[in-house]
């Protein structure tokens, strides 16, 4: 039986394949290593130890990489796409491109350096920046989304500031319960609250697309629980983004593409180059620009615009422009700035840094105000008006430690800052309470988050008896968390505030901090020649709500050098952030003439506690995994790897809790004028069980070049166990109200496609290459407060296609497709389309709604 037969024969059990572009030509492939010591997270670095003998203390090297020469992404002309990097004689080709995804060097999920893909005890992708750039996309989330099949990135629209950072999830899970590493060291969190009506409602996450992609040299994703290893946010997993190190030469990039429909345009730029000297020593700096213009997929507004003139129609509604809204991407403008640098003291000390900063300003749409609405001023807007939120996010990062060797144990103690600002901005638009005075721009407020790490990890192997040393790692974490929200204009929040966004009040105002102190170790263990076993436990001690203890096992057994069984059983948990426990903002409704609060509260708030809110405390989580990894020929492997997760009181937004009744009774607790709002709530535990299928083979095919075929499949389900029963509170008030809603139960449970997978194949042949790859999207629904409006949508395949050629050793041209077939997600119902104007969901496509993209990038190389 031929590969390709066996490979059909031996995946055709699985619930559905489909695929992805996993290219192993482009994974840096190190030799194996056999001794325990320090990994030095996401470094081009490792502190190796040499086994013990006889008692005697460790001799420590430091053991240097040969980080691979990155790709990435940019402009070119209206056009076409990218793929892989240059091409090469056929002998070359065949060696790079042949399956050695599993012999991958890994830091992520071990403190061993010498633990590869396949001997992992735990699944984990290695992405390099080849296979990231392989799309027409230059942004990192995207890029994920399209090479992962767990990794979901919805494209959100009218989502307020959800539009300039937009959640992802892995494994169905929340954005804010998978922990982002950068070199190794935990990466801040945007300072925005995700509290529209988009999938992961209620959380704060990483900000993966304020990384420039020329910084990274890999990418590797531990899917599964880590916790005990890594502390609160890894329920989902972990993320390390692994920077050019040593080596790196020098790149440049353009970019350039546009959607069929003649809008998005992207120009992209970005470059990177590094410098060795000494023993060891590099400095590498990467940049990127990048502007992308906004789309409209819209339609035309039918309603009637401006008041009647003596029962007339006003003879404008025959001319005006009814395509008045904007739904569809955001504009945005990036500048991202990494470097990173090793500076060697001694043999075996050395100071290693790492910084960025990067800037973004976006420009979003609300809702179009008509003429005739009670929203507009109509000596301001006479034909009613669009308005827009333009924000500016700034990204700050720094870290600097040093590492090496001290009395035969490795160390690193290190010390850190990630900051984000936030600021909203209103732009074209009015606060009717002020009339005719109003200011059309507003500024209405900053949030702001800000991390400090400090960390000391230590780790050493002893001779016990067993095949290799037993490797003991422990570490104390210090950190430190602020959260602020500072006010916006008087004009912004005053009356009705500014239209699609009041500003942040006084009253909103806060400017708090939590610190925790953890510990861990963790053992890692050769048993036999055959069995691995790990084990770690973590204590954590927050300052506001207590402490938590997680542990995690973890074995492998490889029954022959082709086939192993891998497992873990493991517990963990997510803090509750600042950012949900603090974040508070106000919007006025004139209900009769009267203004009326309508807001999202702390739980502090005496209102939210009159509404039945009570202290945040940790989500906890169980988490098991069985998985399969094998490798039937040296140019094929596959892993099978199963998951359970179930997640205790996890942190969700509640409902918006209005109405006539809500208003009555808090004026009887003595908050008048306030119509309700909403406020999170540990009140769901969900379960969420599912498979990832990955496999990856390459085809020798002579004079005609060579091929990898990569396929993977992630199959996910998220049931939920318990809503908490409504506060007696609530219950006297209205029976009607719900403190979780229908609507965020479908998000949680059915919001994201059950199946989703990747194929992806790649042909190389002297200077050329290509690749066609598709993406499988399953069904998934949005619930809404009317159950006769929910909607099932419907599969969808998506094809992306690339043509590269090397002009030179350095000048490599590329062009291609995204979406090549123009494929778009079902329209949603009447009833949900805004009046015909808005004909996709805005907030749950897992591919957009935009349609066809081409482009073409320029690489130099040195």
Known sequence: MSRRHALASAISGALELIVRLLPPNLATVHPARTASGLAVAGSDHFIKEVPMKNNKPHDLSVLRRSPLLVAIALVLSTGAVAAQDAAAPDAEVADKTKAKSLDQVIVTGTRLTDRTVAESLSPIDVLSVEQLDSHGTSELIQSLSRTIPSFNFPNTSITDGSDHVRPAQLRGLA????????????????????????????????????????????????????????????????????LKGADSGTGLDYRYGEFDKGDGELNDISGFTGLNFGEGGFFTVAAEYRDRGDTNRSRPDPRQQFPLINGQPDPREATFDRINHRFGDSAVEDQMLFVNSVLPLSEQVEFYSFANYSRREGDSAGFFRRALDARNVPVIHPEGFLP????????????????????????????????????????????????????????????????????????????????????????????????????????SFTGS?????????????????????????????????????????????????????????????????????????????????????????????????????????????????????????????TNFSLGLVIQPTDDWSITLDGYHVKVRDRIVLSGNLTGSAVRDFLATQGFPNVDGGRYFTNAVDTTTEGIDLVSSTHYDLGGAGALTVTAALNYNTTDLDRIAANPAVLEAVSLDLQRIDRVEIGRITKGVPKYKGILGLDWNLDRWSARLGTTYYGTYWVFDTNPLEDQKFGAEWVFDSSVSYKVSDAFTLTAGVDNLTDELPEEVIPANAFNGILPFSGGNSPFGFNGRFFYARASLRF
């Open 175 to 242: 954005p804010d319960q998978t922990l982002v590493l950068v070199n190794g060291k935990r990466r801040h969190t945007t300072a925005i609250v995700n509290v529209n009506g988009s999938l992961g409602r209620g959380s704060s996450p990483v900000d993966l697309n304020a990384i420039p992609s020329s910084a990274i040299e890999r990418i590797e994703v531990l899917r599964d629980g880590a916790a005990a290893q890594y502390g609160s946010d890894a329920i989902a997993g972990v993320i390390n983004i692994v």
């Open 388 to 491: 827009l939120i333009l924000s500016q996010s700034d990204d700050v990062s720094a870290f600097g430690g040093f590492r090496g060797d001290v009395a035969g144990w490795g160390f690193d103690l290190s010390v850190g800052y990630g900051s984000n600002d936030f600021d909203f901005n209103v732009g074209n638009s009015v606060n009717t309470s002020l009339g005719a005075a109003s200011p059309t721009e507003f500024f209405a407020g900053t949030l702001k988050n800000e991390q400090t790490t400090v960390n000391l990890d230590v780790t050493r192997g002893f001779d016990v008896g067993l095949a290799y040393p037993l490797n003991v790692a422990a570490g104390i974490e210090y950190r430190r968390d602020t959260y602020q929200i500072k006010p916006g204009q008087f004009e």
């Open 497 to 621: 505030g500014s239209q699609v966004f009041p500003g942040f009040r006084p009253g909103d105002a806060v400017n708090q901090a939590r610190h925790n102190w953890s510990g861990y170790v963790e053992f890692d263990a050769e048993l036999t020649d055959k069995l691995s076993a790990s084990f770690a436990a973590r204590y954590e001690d927050y300052s506001d709500f207590g402490t938590t203890v997680s542990g995690k096992l973890s074995s492998r057994y490889a029954f022959t050098e082709r086939v192993a069984l891998r497992g873990t059983i493991s517990n963990g948990f997510r803090a509750p952030s600042l950012s949900q426990q603090l974040y508070s903002t106000t919007a006025t409704n004139f209900i009769g003439g009267v203004p009326f609060d309508v807001r999202t509260f702390p739980v502090t708030s005496p209102i939210a506690q009159a509404l039945g809110a009570e202290p945040l405390d940790a989500e906890e989580s």
